[in-house]
């Protein structure tokens, strides 16, 4: 079966869409509802709720799936050698996978 790419050009596309929308929720809660929504007890009661552990690890997984297709698609254009392209992909999924763990793990270690 032949490769098109079909597939991740359309997840390109929809992990941006739903990002701006989810990018619009996060900033219209974090930087125009006040001070006192940065403060860290706020952002604690908030991670102390499923539904934004949830949203958060969401956009957390859909920013870095977007970055990381787009960085993918950029070293495609310019590397032609497969051996560059291959340690390029190898650094690329370790630094999304370390930042994937590290975003996890601070999200998922937020009690009350």
């Not at 007890?41 to 957390?60: G, I, M, Y």
């Not at 630094?95 to 996890?104: N, P």
Request: glycine content about 6%.
């Amino acid at each position: 079966m032949r490769r098109t790419g079909s597939l991740t050009w359309l997840l390109q596309r929809l992990s941006g869409v739903i990002l701006f929308v989810m990018l619009v929720v996060h900033f219209t809660l974090m930087h125009y509802m006040g001070f006192e929504k940065r403060l860290y007890a706020d952002v604690l009661r908030r991670l102390s709720n499923p539904l934004w552990k949830t949203f958060d690890l969401v956009f957390l997984s859909l920013a870095l799936y977007h970055g990381w297709y787009g960085v993918w698609a950029v070293v495609q254009d310019y590397l032609t050698r497969d051996v560059w392209r291959i340690v390029c992909l190898i650094v690329i999924v370790t630094v999304g996978l370390s930042l994937f763990s590290l975003g996890l793990v601070t999200i998922v270690s937020f009690h009350v």
